[in-house]
């Protein structure tokens, strides 16, 4: 239950990520083009989606990369937007507070 209400955040978040970022806020409300425009803004390249991908549909352990991509993202995104290590790490350990903030605080800096 906890990872679906993280993921209703997440997903309203990146409209106002989005936003920030310099495209029309309505993107964040489109399934998979929002993620793509995250991914860019985060410069994550390509292949590392395809290989991540693939590895998620042929390992065994799923969980294991499905974790590791939850624990780093938090850190993308706090850096991508000009904050640093400490909204990182509160993005990890509080996400349905710091995304929204992240993504709707304007011109604010924690670090």
Excluded: Q
Aim: glycine content about 8%; hydrophobic content about 65%; aromatic content about 18%.
């Amino acid at each position: 239950m906890n990872f679906i209400l993280i993921g209703i955040v997440f997903f309203i978040s990146l409209c106002g990520l989005l936003a920030k970022a310099g495209y029309p806020f309505w993107y964040g409300l489109i399934p998979i083009y929002n993620l793509a425009l995250l991914f860019i803004i985060l410069d994550i390249k390509p292949i590392l989606l395809i290989i991540l991908g693939i590895l998620l549909i042929v390992l065994p352990e799923r969980t294991l990369i499905a974790t590791m991509i939850y624990i780093f993202m938090p850190f993308l995104i706090s850096f991508a937007y000009g904050h640093g290590f400490f909204v990182g790490l509160l993005t990890l350990l509080f996400p349905i507070i710091m995304y929204p903030l992240i993504a709707f605080k304007i011109g604010y800096k924690w670090s």
